[in-house]
């Protein structure tokens, strides 16, 4: 199982980074080949809506993003990481998203996009209801894709790396990537 971790953060070793690593952790841990990728170190532009994916399901744009599609259609899990910010995604995290709209113009690629997906959030606030905007979002997109869940992760912690203070938070995001893989039909 190939398990690719893909941070919305800025801030390197923050909350988020964090949690997505440890959810890393725990996937190798079961022998799972993992991979994170940090989209604030990668060029990637806005969709410009040019609606030039629809005749074959590719970006006209030459950025970073072909290559992470790339990886992200060898895998077999995604581990989406963002902290919440406004009660959305990050900026990279959404633009990131926006530029999935592609390869759903082809039948090929957009059949590579059913993977099992894990969203793990940070946030500031108690409230628990604070990622409900992205969980919605991406329970829509999952369905849209049918693709499916592979579990979540919301957490709060607002200083820059507070999660690893945090060791109730740090094991569910180690459990979760111990729990990655499809439960086989019985
Ligand atoms: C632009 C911005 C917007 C934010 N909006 C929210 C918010 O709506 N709710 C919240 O609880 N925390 C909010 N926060 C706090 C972050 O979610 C929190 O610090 C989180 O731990 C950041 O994760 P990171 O360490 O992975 O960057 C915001 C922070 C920033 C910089």
Known sequence: M?????????????????????????AASTGA????????????????????????GLCRQTDDMAGLLARMFESDVWVLGTP????????????????????????ELRALMRKRVTLVT?????????????????DDAIAYLKAEWAGQLHVTA?????????????????DLGTHLAPVPAR
């Open 122 to 138: 940070a946030f500031a606030d108690e409230a628990p209801s604070t990622p409900q905007h992205i969980v919605g979002m991406l």
């Open 84 to 107: 919440v910010y406004w009660w959305g995604p990050s900026a990279q995290m959404k633009m990131f998203i926006d530029r999935w709209y592609a390869p759903v113009h082809s039948k």
């Open 158 to 174: 607002g200083a820059r790396g507070a999660v690893s203070h945090d060791p109730k938070a740090m094991q569910e995001a180690f």
């Open 33 to 56: 080949v993992t991979e994170k990728v940090i989209l604030s170190s990668l060029k990637i532009h806005p969709c410009l809506a040019c609606e030039n994916c629809h005749q074959d």
């Open 2 to 26: 190939r398990v690719l971790g893909i941070v919305g953060s800025p801030r390197r070793w923050g909350n988020t980074d964090v949690l997505v690593s440890e959810v890393l952790r725990g």
